[in-house]
């Protein structure tokens, strides 16, 4: 069994753009606090990896096109013609999905693709009328926590349920684990994305678990939800992490960040003069 089906059951999310018309705290794709443009998928980058896919003769059961606000993609109506030619012509069972927060332009958007709601699906957030009031603290790296120190972030294979909830996540710096990842090595510029579909597939993902889930707050969200004690090693650093939970929020109106995340946001602005 590949990774691909592994792990995140034939589902894969492109984010075509890390620009967004809204400014949400705690955003897991970080566009309330480093909005890109830079990033956005091009036409090209999505016939490759419709290319790879046939090539590999790997049949997806479902794509999501998501951001950022996937319609502030300048190629939007372009790319997603390539994903409708692709379900037609080599998978007609796959679902596509395009996610929004509710921007205006979307409905003119799909009206000049003249697709039906058996061929496309949107799935709408209505964030457009103002930012959802409460996100997970994604921003909050489980790494700044002493709980943490000496954890095998490779059991997020066990943990994370994001993996198969939301599956392969693609964007401009190649296939990861999840989106959340995606985003994080955006950020972080580690650049541990697999460049081509078929070394994602036969890989091991360890490498991006163990590079990448350190930082993801959605993690420790993850962990205490499930509320077992089988994650840490002893049962002070158990005790801890839920000590931490509550005075470092899981959940937050506003934007709270760890230190790890600070740092690497200012050296990302500073290379890419963001804002």
């Known amino acids: 069994m590949n990774n691909i089906d592994k792990y995140n ?13 809204l400014f949400c705290n705690n955003c897991s794709r ?5 909005k890109s443009t830079k990033d956005d998928m091009s036409v090209a980058d999505v016939q490759k990896f ?14 999501k096109i998501n951001g950022g606000e996937a319609v502030l993609n300048s190629q939007f109506v372009d790319i997603v013609g390539v994903l409708l030619q692709y379900k037609k012509k080599y998978n007609q069972t796959c679902v596509l999905e395009i996610g929004t927060n509710g921007y205006p332009k979307l409905s003119e958007k799909i009206q000049v693709l003249n697709v039906t709601a058996e061929n496309i699906k ?16 994604f921003n909050v790296a489980p790494y700044d926590f002493f709980e943490f120190n000496k954890f095998c972030f490779y059991k997020v294979a066990n943990i994370c349920g994001y993996l198969c909830q939301c599956g392969t996540s693609l964007n401009k710096h190649g296939f990861y ?24 597939a036969i890989d091991k993902t360890c490498i991006q678990f163990l590079g990448l889930c350190k930082f993801c707050g959605m993690l420790r969200c993850e962990m205490y939800a499930k509320k077992t004690t089988n994650f840490f ?10 000590v931490n939970c509550k005075a470092v929020p899981l959940v937050s109106k506003k934007q709270v ?12 602005k500073n290379k890419n003069c963001c804002f």
């Open 177 to 200: 684990s999840c989106p959340m990842c995606a985003a994080i090595d955006r950020i972080f510029g580690f650049n541990l994305g697999f460049k081509k579909l078929s070394r994602y």
């Open 50 to 63: 419709v290319k790879e896919s046939v090539d590999l003769g790997y049949e997806w059961k479902r794509i």
């Open 122 to 137: 949107v799935f709408n957030s209505n964030k457009a009328i103002g930012c959802s009031p409460h996100f997970f603290t």
């Open 9 to 21: 059951k034939g589902r894969v999310e492109i984010d075509l753009t890390y620009n967004c018309n």
């Open 257 to 268: 960040m760890s230190k790890s995340w600070k740092s690497a946001l200012t050296k990302y």
């Open 30 to 34: 970080c566009c309330g606090i480093a």
């Open 233 to 242: 090693n002893c049962k002070h650093k158990h005790e801890l992490f839920l």
